[in-house]
């Protein structure tokens, strides 16, 4: 099972971890309820990555996420 907490621990300055492991569960959570899958780890770990972001490009991923989900 992927961690984000354990990923962003090796890949992340320590200040930032909790609110970027909360980004990337709401985004985990968000796309498995879009996509009705369980996401790879491959692409869990792609999106920790991408919650590392600053917070505009996280905001601005978050939400091209959402409008595609509800157009589908």
Same mark, same amino acid.
Do not use: S, Y
């Given at each position: 099972m !992927?961690? #984000?907490r354990e990923y962003l621990?090796?890949?992340v300055a320590p200040i930032a971890i909790e609110e970027t492991? /909360?980004?990337t569960e709401t985004l985990i959570h968000n796309?498995?309820? #879009?996509t009705g899958r369980e996401l +790879?780890?491959?692409?869990? /770990?792609n999106l920790a990555w991408l919650s590392s972001m600053d917070d505009e490009t %996280? @905001? %601005? !991923?978050s @939400?091209? !996420?959402k409008?595609?989900? +509800?157009k589908r």
């Open positions: !992927f961690d #984000a621990l090796n890949h492991a /909360r980004q796309l498995e309820q #879009a +790879t780890e491959k692409e869990k /770990r %996280v @905001g %601005v !991923f @939400g091209l !996420f409008e595609i989900a +509800t």
